[in-house]
């Protein structure tokens, strides 16, 4: 039985030969055993291949999304069990409206936060607008804005905080949400920001700089929010952002690198700084005159 298992394993080996081509390989053992090699090679390539391709597929296939927290749905799931209710929603389901350029320059109402996740691949971020308690109201700024009510039952306390949305490619969006707890008042306020979506629009105007990448604004703008006033004046390429830590956030999600700013009035408060910045960046929108 073995003779025979081992006349099969050299049968497989070398194929079905005739008598006359077993002599010659008989006789050039060098050059049969360089064959083999060959063929042995060529194999294990074609295997690390096909491994190669089962690995990629079972990564594609399991590879999970970024999920904020357990049980929190991901941006293909919301948008795969979204059912729009106004007319825009139904036509940017049916794939009638492609880009959120089509909307903003219509004017058209965003009533649907699943149109902006349909559209666009935002990233959101919580703006730092409240204070922890401190000793002599020292406290470390946090997302969370804490305000209490009094009822016959005891303090109600409300938490409120400001999220950006943006894709880092012009479009932007701030909203505010409160609730009696944290998460629900996030979930609000990233809501909010998303149907809040505005257009910027990116590029250089810097004079020490001539190149033609939106890396910076086109021209110098002025927003204002309540006593706060934000200006924006391009900067060349390698400044970096010139702002307070907050604009930081904002400006990074529109897609702006360079950036010089100049703020005027009570600039502690984080919320009228943010929508003074917003005001400015919509004004890149506007034609520039000398």
Same mark, same amino acid.
Request: proline letters at 3%; hydrophobic letters at 35%; a positive charge.
């Given at each position: ?39 042995? /090679? #060529? ?42 209710k106004t007319l825009l929603g139904k036509e940017v389901r049916e794939g009638k409206? #492609? ?10 109402? /965003?009533?649907?936060?699943? /149109? ?55 479009? /932007? ?118």
């Amino acid at each position: 039985m073995k003779i025979q298992e081992e006349i099969k394993k050299t049968a497989e080996a070398h194929g079905e030969l005739s008598e006359q081509e077993a002599e010659k390989n008989a006789n050039q053992p060098k050059e049969v055993t360089e064959k083999m090699l060959e063929k042995e /090679i #060529k194999k294990e390539e074609i295997l690390d291949e096909k491994l190669k391709e089962e690995i990629i597929k079972e990564i594609k296939v399991e590879k999970n999304p970024v999920r904020g927290r357990r049980g929190e749905k991901t941006r293909e799931e919301i948008v795969a069990a979204w059912d729009p209710k106004t007319l825009l929603g139904k036509e940017v389901r049916e794939g009638k409206v #492609k880009h959120i350029d089509e909307i903003i320059n219509n004017k058209r109402r /965003i009533l649907e936060s699943e /149109i902006v996740d349909k559209l666009l691949n935002v990233k959101a971020d919580l703006i730092s607008i409240g204070q922890s308690k401190g000793k002599f109201g020292g406290g470390k700024r946090r997302a969370w804005r804490q305000t209490q009510r009094k009822t016959k039952e005891g303090n109600v306390p409300t938490f409120s905080t400001m999220a950006v949305v943006g894709d880092e490619k012009g479009h /932007i969006g701030i909203g505010v949400g409160k609730s009696n707890e944290t998460l629900p008042a996030r979930d609000k306020a990233v809501r909010m920001a998303k149907l809040n979506v505005i257009k910027v629009t990116r590029g250089c105007g810097s004079f020490d700089c001539t190149c033609s990448d939106p890396h910076s604004i086109p021209f110098q703008v002025e927003g204002k929010a309540g006593s706060v006033r934000v200006r924006l004046i391009p900067a060349p390429q390698g400044t970096g952002l010139v702002v307070a830590n907050e604009l930081k956030k904002l400006l990074k999600l529109v897609g702006i690198k360079d950036v010089f700013s100049k703020t005027f009035g009570i600039q502690r408060t984080s919320y009228n700084l943010m929508k003074a910045c917003m005001d400015a960046l919509q004004k890149t929108n506007k034609e520039y005159k000398k």
